[in-house]
């Protein structure tokens, strides 16, 4: 199998629910999202995907965490604004834009700083 890895970055606050059986402080984290995409054969170009459509996916993804309170949203009314949680977020996006498609998604890793992050895999 082939795979492709894009990267986009964004900035977030978060606060995790009972974090050591408490609400945690509300603070930012600069986060990296990476999305690998495979596929069995390439396309007629060489390509499992074309950069452009999954960077553009990816942006349209990631625009309304941006600059954002994470505990805010609606998204996470229910449940922890956790990496894990938010890699499940866009990996679901990112699923369903690609269901029909040669290419599909392999994984969604969340990076909340350079040395911890979170991965959800098909």
Do not use: Q
Not at 63 to 80: I, Q, T
Not at 84 to 107: C, D, G, M, P, Q
């Amino acid at each position: 199998m082939f795979e492709i890895i894009v990267k986009k970055r964004f900035t977030a606050g978060h606060g995790l629910l009972l974090y050591k059986g408490n609400k945690e402080e509300i603070h930012d984290h600069d986060w990296l999202v990476e999305i690998c995409l495979g596929a069995e054969t390439l396309d007629r170009s060489g390509c499992v995907a074309d950069f452009v459509e999954v960077d553009e996916l990816l942006e349209k993804t990631i625009f309304l965490l941006d600059g954002k309170n994470l505990n805010e949203l609606n998204l996470f009314s229910e449940k922890s604004p956790s990496a894990e949680n938010l890699a499940e977020y866009i990996f679901n996006k990112t699923v369903n834009y690609f269901k029909n498609k040669r290419a599909k998604v392999v994984s969604v890793t969340v990076w909340e700083d350079p040395d911890h992050g979170a991965t959800i895999k098909r």
